[in-house]
């Protein structure tokens, strides 16, 4: 069965400083990997995506996602954060091995705060 | 840019009623989603839905019906509704996913409070 993780419910990190929200992962095929992005009262917005390829991924507002198929991780990471970064970030993950299910499994989210 | 809009930003209801959230679309997508969001719990998935009047339970479908006559409009209904279903619901939508990997479009939610 496929699942997330995210470690972590509160990630605090200072404005200007490196910022990192962890996720792992079970699948049992090729994994497809998602973060999205919650600011409050309103629905996720989606940040990035591995598929195949690089192990880096950029997406939207300067993000970027590390997958590491060894440790079955795929952590977001920002070189910079700034305030408005502050919001709550889910991991999904789709199995690519289920073929003909819709279903995305999302981790129970981590709330990042980042302190001016 | 893909535009899902939920009805009802915030609605009250009271126990045993019969609640409807709507959710509609406008990218002409096939596939539509209902999760309820709760702390600590994440998003699961309510139903889905693949195609007009094609539906298929998720994790949770106890209390819930669903109905898609149009491809941009995906309901969700709560039978009798009960205070357990207090929640913040989420629609989502996406295209047909040929390789699996097409992120969802989300709605803005409904916070949903039954008392």
């Known amino acids: ?116 | 840019d893909v535009k899902v809009t939920q009805s009802s930003r915030y609605l009250v209801k009271r126990t045993g009623e019969k609640v409807f959230l709507e959710c509609v679309q406008d990218m002409d997508h096939e596939n539509m989603f209902w999760y309820r969001q709760d702390p600590g719990l994440g998003l699961r998935l309510i139903y889905f839905s693949y195609d007009v009047k094609m539906k298929e339970k998720g994790d949770i479908p106890e209390g819930y019906s669903v109905s898609r006559e149009k491809k941009e409009r995906f309901s969700l209904i709560l039978e009798s509704a009960s205070t357990n279903q207090t929640s913040m619901y989420l629609c989502a939508s996406n295209t047909l996913p040929r390789e699996y990997n097409q992120p969802q479009h989300f709605g803005d939610g409904t916070r949903l409070s039954i008392l």
Do not use: M
């Open chain 1, 1 to 116: 069965a496929q699942s997330v993780a995210q470690p972590e419910d509160q990630v605090n990190v200072a404005e200007g400083n490196p910022l990192t929200v962890k996720c792992t992962y079970s699948v049992s095929g090729n994994p497809y990997l998602f973060w999205y992005v919650q600011y409050p009262n309103r629905g996720l917005q989606f940040l990035l995506k591995y598929i195949t390829g690089d192990n880096l991924v950029k997406g939207s507002y300067g993000f970027e996602a590390e997958f590491n198929k060894s440790q079955t991780s795929f952590h977001l990471k920002k070189p910079s954060a700034l305030v408005s970064d502050s919001a709550l970030y889910f991991c999904a993950v789709r199995d690519g091995a289920s073929s003909g299910t819709y279903k995305y499994i999302f981790g129970t989210g981590t709330r990042l705060k980042v302190l001016a």
